[in-house]
């Protein structure tokens, strides 16, 4: 095995195993192994547009590349002439805020408010587009980024036929306190399409606007913010993370007021956002908190229905199969989070999806050198949003999903949702160990495994060794030099290193179903070898600010394919050691 070659080149003393130490190390990482928390109605009617559209190849251009994966007949729309959204379903199934004129105030017995987008008043810039959500989910050729149209659509300028802008209706918990009424302050639903190959995706455009849920807030969205939810939802997606999309980002000069964490630079930005559903823990505790309980059961049985295909919808335990799927996906969605380094950075339940995705990218960072207590958001001065805590947090919020649902539960089915939540644990570490192991290259079963990883992430934190460099640098090692690998270098520093290696060597040699390079390509498959840094993102604002938008292009070439050595990715030093500016860096939830 070639890695033994490794082994003789790192020093360090070899530790003896003992009971206690054992015992240590399964406390190192909390996130893994700690203990876990305890009005009158006014119908709107939008112009007749069937909820899906049918195909119209008058309108589309024919490509050859079946790549995709559905047919060698590549349809894109190359005009966005009938082109629909429809807002109908939400307008169908909801009753909307009785009160038509938009100004901030409390609302309630309602899902949504109808509510324009606001449009920009300086001259509009589309930044960046993503062909794939363009291309691939909206079945738009994407030389239709350029025209006016499309410009117009994506800065809310103008309202597509069939379409009834809305804002959603939701409450949350907020650094674990009841916040009340929250909702979409500065995000406008613009409507639902439905692509060539039946998927119902509803596109929110953010910054767009005040609505009657802006509290103090201005409605927009800067530059910085913008930018960074664009890129990095993105970069998740293909990370194979759930998450939201990204379709469009177009900036202004339009003035907004901010916090003294920006630098003047006042540039107004515009995100179009794509997800199956904008539906969050919120959506259903602002109902619940306000005694309105019919349109709390009228909303948990769209979203059964609209998303929980295998969960009976007549059934009696309806409810309680939603809520087991939901905590089990929430705990799958989380430790993939730490399978990569990522901290969302506001855990709130406003900030949750109800189907398990990656949405409101705000204050987050994917970490470079490893930290359990990495905390990203310079506003949570307590950390409780730090990466070692986002399974703890996830449990809690899963605990107020649960109370929300309380009043549509049997007094037995309450208990058993009890006793669904105590499962929560099982599960996260169950994922957390599988995606680890993966990362590891080990395959098979033994009870070591778990004392493996651990020490290596005490190791990696003793040295504050770059998390992501040292998967996947272990994924490509293969030779006696370590020069080039300069995350091992770190960690080789650590006294017990070299006996981590010889636990590790010997465990690597019970995978005697594959060869050392088919495990390493395995390996390098799981462990991206670039993700989007803080820095890379301060880099790409920089030159935004000034209009130049190169960087923001390159890193949506280099973020598509992150498990991939590009030769662009290395020469901008995307794999290389953070530069030493990197460390002061902070974002807060304006950013």
Same mark, same amino acid.
């Given at each position: 095995?070639?890695?033994?070659?490794?082994?003789?080149?790192?020093t360090?003393?070899?530790?003896?195993?003992?009971?206690m130490?054992?015992?240590?190390?399964w406390?190192?990482?909390?996130s893994?192994?700690?203990i876990?928390s305890?009005?009158?109605?006014?119908?709107?009617?939008?112009?007749?547009?069937?909820?899906?559209?049918?195909?119209?190849t008058?309108?589309?251009?024919?490509?050859?590349?079946?790549?995709?994966?559905?047919s060698?007949?590549?349809?894109?729309?190359?005009?966005?002439?009938?082109?629909n959204?429809?807002?109908?379903?939400?307008i169908?199934?909801?009753?909307?805020?009785?009160?038509?004129?938009?100004?901030?105030?409390?609302v309630?017995d309602?899902i949504?408010?109808a509510i324009?987008?606001t449009?920009f008043k300086?001259a509009?810039t589309?930044?960046a587009v993503?062909?794939e959500?363009v291309?691939?989910l909206?079945?738009?050729?994407?030389?239709?980024t350029?025209?006016k149209e499309?410009?117009?659509?994506?800065?809310?300028?103008?309202?597509?036929?069939?379409s009834?802008?809305?804002?959603?209706?939701?409450?949350?918990?907020?650094?674990?306190?009841?916040?009340?009424q929250?909702?979409?302050g500065?995000?406008?639903?613009?409507?639902?399409?439905?692509?060539?190959?039946?998927?119902?995706?509803e596109?929110?455009l953010k910054?767009?606007?005040?609505?009657?849920?802006s509290?103090?807030?201005?409605?927009?969205?800067v530059?910085?913010?913008?930018l960074r939810?664009?890129?990095?939802?993105?970069?998740?997606?293909?990370?194979?993370?759930?998450t939201?999309r990204?379709?469009s980002?177009?900036?202004?000069n339009?003035?907004?007021k901010r916090?003294?964490?920006y630098?003047?630079?006042?540039?107004n930005?515009?995100?179009?956002?794509v997800?199956?559903?904008?539906?969050?823990?919120?959506s259903?505790?602002?109902?619940?908190?306000?005694?309105?309980?019919?349109?709390?059961?009228?909303l948990?049985?769209?979203?059964?229905?609209?998303?929980?295909?295998l969960?009976?919808?007549?059934?009696?335990n309806?409810?309680?199969e939603f809520? &087991?799927?939901? %905590?089990?996906? /929430? #705990?799958?969605?989380?430790? +993939?989070?730490?399978?990569?380094?990522? @901290?969302?950075?506001?855990?709130?339940?406003d900030?949750?999806?109800?189907?398990?995705?990656?949405i409101d990218?705000?204050?987050?960072?994917f970490?470079?050198?490893y930290d &359990?207590?990495f %905390?990203?958001? /310079? #506003?949570?001065d307590?950390g +409780?949003y730090?990466?070692?805590?986002q @399974?703890n947090?996830?449990?809690?919020?899963?605990?107020k999903?649960?109370k929300?649902?309380?009043?549509l539960?049997?007094?037995?089915q309450?208990?058993?949702?009890?006793?669904?939540?105590k499962g929560?644990p099982?599960?996260?570490?169950a994922?957390?160990?599988?995606?680890?192991?993966?990362k590891?290259g080990?395959?098979?079963?033994?009870?070591?495994?778990?004392y493996?990883?651990?020490?290596l992430?005490?190791l990696?934190?003793d040295t504050?060794?770059?998390f992501?460099?040292?998967f996947?640098?272990?994924?490509?090692?293969?030779k006696q030099?370590?020069?080039?690998?300069?995350a091992l270098?770190?960690l080789a520093k650590h006294?017990?290193?070299?006996h981590?290696?010889?636990?590790y060597?010997?465990?690597l040699?019970s995978?005697t179903?594959?060869?050392d390079?088919?495990?390493?390509?395995?390996?390098?498959?799981?462990?991206?070898?670039?993700?989007?840094?803080?820095?890379?993102?301060?880099?790409?604002?920089?030159?935004a600010?000034?209009?130049?938008?190169s960087?923001?292009?390159?890193?949506?070439?280099i973020?598509r394919?992150?498990f991939?050595?590009?030769?662009e990715a290395?020469e901008a030093?995307?794999?290389?050691?953070?530069?030493p500016?990197?460390?002061?860096?902070?974002?807060?939830?304006s950013?």
């Open positions: 095995m070639r890695l033994m070659a490794v082994q003789r080149t790192l360090g003393t070899i530790l003896k195993l003992d009971i130490r054992i015992m240590l190390l406390l190192i990482w909390e893994t192994f700690g876990f305890r009005g009158e109605i006014t119908n709107y009617k939008a112009a007749a547009e069937p909820e899906c559209n049918s195909i119209d008058n309108f589309y251009s024919i490509n050859g590349d079946d790549t995709l994966g559905y060698k007949v590549n349809y894109k729309r190359s005009s966005m002439d009938g082109w959204l429809t807002s109908q379903k939400l169908d199934s909801f009753p909307l805020d009785s009160i038509k004129q938009n100004y901030v105030r409390q309630r309602c949504f408010s324009q987008p449009p300086s509009v589309l930044a993503s062909k959500v291309e691939d909206l079945d738009l050729d994407v030389s239709i350029k025209t499309f410009i117009q659509f994506v800065s809310g300028a103008k309202v597509l036929p069939g009834i802008s809305l804002a959603h209706r939701y409450g949350g918990h907020q650094f674990g306190v009841w916040s009340g929250l909702g979409d500065r995000a406008h639903l613009l409507g639902a399409y439905v692509n060539r190959h039946g998927t119902r995706w596109l929110q910054g767009s606007g005040k609505t009657p849920y509290r103090d807030g201005d409605g927009r969205a530059l910085r913010s913008s939810e664009f890129l990095c939802s993105e970069a998740l997606n293909y990370l194979e993370i759930p939201s990204a379709a980002l177009v900036i202004s339009d003035v907004v916090d003294n964490f630098n003047g630079n006042v540039k930005e515009k995100v179009l956002r997800a199956k559903s904008w539906f969050r823990f919120g259903l505790e602002i109902l619940a908190y306000s005694g309105e309980i019919e349109l709390l059961r009228k948990v049985d769209f979203v059964i229905e609209q998303h929980f295909p969960i009976n919808a007549t059934g009696s309806k409810y309680l809520f &087991s799927q939901v %905590v089990t996906d /929430t #705990s799958y969605l989380i430790a +993939r989070w730490m399978s990569v380094g990522f @901290a969302h950075g506001v855990c709130n339940t900030n949750f999806s109800i189907i398990s995705i990656t990218y705000g204050p987050f960072g970490m470079d050198y &359990s207590n %905390v990203p958001n /310079t #506003s949570d307590e +409780r730090k990466i070692g805590n @399974a947090v996830g449990r809690y919020n899963l605990d999903l649960k929300a649902l309380n009043p539960l049997e007094p037995q309450q208990l058993l949702a009890e006793q669904i939540l929560y099982g599960l996260y570490q994922k957390f160990l599988e995606l680890f192991k993966a590891l080990l395959s098979g079963l033994d009870d070591s495994d778990d493996l990883i651990a020490f992430l005490k990696m934190e504050r060794a770059d992501t460099m040292t996947r640098q272990l994924s490509e090692i293969y030099d370590l020069e080039e690998y300069w270098q770190d006294k017990k290193f070299s981590w290696i010889h636990l060597l010997l465990r040699k995978n179903i594959e060869s390079d088919a495990r390493r390509i395995r390996m390098q498959s799981v462990n991206p070898r670039y993700i989007f840094r803080n820095w890379m993102a301060e880099s790409a604002i920089k030159k600010e000034r209009n130049d938008f960087e923001i292009h390159l890193l949506q070439k973020l394919r992150p991939t050595k590009q030769a290395e030093g995307y794999s290389s050691r953070p530069p500016w990197a460390k002061d860096l902070r974002v807060s939830c950013s």
